[in-house]
Nanobody, 123 residues
């Protein structure tokens, strides 16, 4: 079992950057695929990005390609989501989640979730 805690959210203006971190405890993040999801106003968990347990594979939602980068810091047992050129539509509660060996965009494939960190992008 793994526990996840997100940090790094905040209030920024359109075009700014934020760096979200997902800190794991209990087990190393290299044991899991880690995904980032944004909770929509309708409470739906929308896929943002994911990185495989080995770190060799990444996948992004079309809406964030070229703007967001996901990476692992194994020494810190952390997964980082670098968010550049932020847009108002990126606003939401961002959760990281741990799943199996394969990257999925379906949130139901992820067993462990952090409480989330809030990102607000003003226009």
């Amino acid at each position: 079992q793994v526990s996840l805690v997100e940090s790094g959210g905040g209030l920024v203006q359109a075009g700014d950057s934020l760096r979200l971190s997902c800190k794991a405890s209990g087990r190393t993040v290299s044991s899991y695929t880690i995904g980032w999801f944004r909770r929509s106003p309708g409470n739906e968990r929308l896929f943002v990005a994911a990185i495989s347990w080995s770190g060799g594979n990444t996948h992004y939602a079309d809406s964030v390609k070229g703007r967001f980068t996901i990476s692992r810091d194994s020494a810190e047992n952390t997964v980082v989501l670098q968010m550049n050129s932020l847009k108002p539509e990126d606003t939401g509660l961002y959760h990281c989640a741990a799943g199996g060996e394969v990257i999925y965009t379906n949130p139901a494939r992820y067993a462990y979730w952090g409480p989330g960190t809030l990102v607000t992008v003003s226009s």
